[in-house]
């Protein structure tokens, strides 16, 4: 079983940044495609972006251009580098891996992502 940590999440006004990282147990984790996701209150869990063994990524539209997701395979970590964050980005973020696009690790308890306006 991966135990998922995620860190980063904070309070930042809108056009603001932030860096979050997620360290994952376990020695698959440099064989696995990794994700990040959303859930905004009131909505349904989403998939934000992906990174591949190869690195390959892919991003919700919602954030194509101001996000970038980005993997350290020595620190067993993940990161995702949010810029310009609107007020809708505000959610909170987990990580997990992926297998055959669906998240198949137990949820962490994410990190908290509030953008004022």
């Known amino acids: 079983q991966v135990q998922l940590v995620e860190s980063g999440g904070g309070l930042v006004q809108a056009g603001g940044s932030l860096r979050l990282s997620c360290v994952a147990s376990?020695?698959?984790?440099?064989?696995?495609?990794m994700a990040w996701y959303r859930q905004a209150p009131g909505k349904q869990r989403e998939l934000v972006a992906t990174?591949?063994?190869?690195?390959?990524?892919n991003y919700a539209d919602s954030v194509k251009g101001r996000f970038t997701i980005s993997r350290d395979n020595a620190k067993n970590t993940v990161y995702l580098q949010m810029n310009s964050l609107k007020p809708e980005d505000t959610a909170v973020y987990y990580c997990?891996?992926?297998?055959?696009?669906?998240?198949?690790?137990?949820w962490g308890r994410g990190t908290q992502v509030t953008v004022s306006s």
């Open positions: 997990n891996r992926q297998r055959f696009g669906s998240p198949v690790e137990s």
């Open positions: 376990g020695r698959i984790f440099s064989s696995s495609t």
């Open positions: 990174i591949t063994s190869g690195d390959s990524t």
